[in-house]
């Protein structure tokens, strides 16, 4: 039988990413033996080994790594079903249907680019009821394979683009931002390097799926404390050019020379037909 349950594919994806039943089951909120079961029952179903078990313990297959792959593609799919199914279904006061789009942005980046965005499309007859909603370091091409987002506008090279549509809007420089009583504030431009190690001043630290990479500086919650700590002289951070629109008087913004463009683009499932996201994606290329 070529067909899984997406009971299944949670049990199996619990397993293979925490590589012990224990640790798995309990992230499931039920019992070991069960959970060891219905793994066995998926392989004999399969034909193939997904798991090796031994004393030192589990390790996943070259099948167990294909289905790990392709399972969370499949349950990211099927939670964004339900997702946006939700929202399709959303009643406005009258009791009708009411379209609704969720945009996903990075916190603090195209900060111009948007509020354009949004009057543009706001101005559009027919236009749909628009919630943004701020993302961490990209997580934005999580959201919108969750669903937790129908459209997003994302960033290159930081985003991957694969597996959605896009259309580009704005490419731009680089700025490093600082206190602006920092020696280096008065430069006119500066490099990666200088700005990658600056002695009492260490780069801002923002999570990734859910974790903070290693290193000094402090990790960033949202953008008004990113903004308080820069001030304060105790961290700096690199952002696009279109980042300036929120600085305060206390942050300096100095071009980055040698870092590469950043290309904003909105992007979108490759498989959606909402005709509410083809109309803020067509105000979005008018830009």
Not at 18 to 29: P, S, V
Not at 102 to 131: F, T
Not at 211 to 219: D, L, Q
């Amino acid at each position: 039988m070529d067909t899984l349950e997406t009971r299944e594919l949670r049990y199996f994806t619990a397993v293979a990413e925490e590589l012990h039943f224990g640790r798995a089951a309990e992230r499931l909120g039920m019992a070991q033996p069960p959970l060891s079961r219905a793994i066995q029952q998926l392989e004999r179903r399969l034909g193939v080994r997904l798991l090796e078990r031994n004393r030192r313990g589990v390790r996943l297959t070259g099948a167990g790594q294909v289905l790990l792959h392709e399972g969370r593609a499949a349950l990211d799919a099927a939670t964004a079903a339900a997702r946006r199914t939700r929202r399709a279904g959303g009643a406005d006061g009258a009791g009708g249907p009411r379209d609704r789009l969720v945009l996903a942005v990075k916190a603090a980046a195209s900060h111009e680019l948007l509020q354009k965005l949004l009057a543009a499309y706001a101005a559009e007859p027919g236009a749909a009821e628009v919630e943004v909603l701020p993302s961490g370091m990209c997580e934005e091409e999580e959201m919108l394979r969750d669903g937790r987002a129908d459209v997003a506008l994302m960033h290159t090279p930081y985003n991957s683009l694969a597996g959605f549509d896009s259309e580009e809007l704005l490419t731009e420089g680089q700025i490093a931002i600082l206190p602006a009583g920092h020696p280096l504030a008065a430069r006119t431009a500066l490099t990666t390097a200088e700005v990658g190690d600056i002695p009492g001043l260490p780069p801002a630290r923002w999570p990734r799926k859910g974790t903070y990479p290693p290193g000094p500086g402090p990790e960033i919650h949202d953008q008004t404390q990113l903004a308080q700590l820069i001030a304060l002289g105790r961290t700096m951070a690199v952002f696009p050019d279109s980042a300036r629109a929120w600085l305060w008087s206390e942050h300096a913004a100095v071009p980055l020379t040698d870092a590469p463009p950043v290309v904003t683009h909105i992007a979108w499932p490759a498989h959606s037909h909402s005709l509410a996201l083809a109309g803020l994606i067509r105000t979005a290329t008018r830009l």
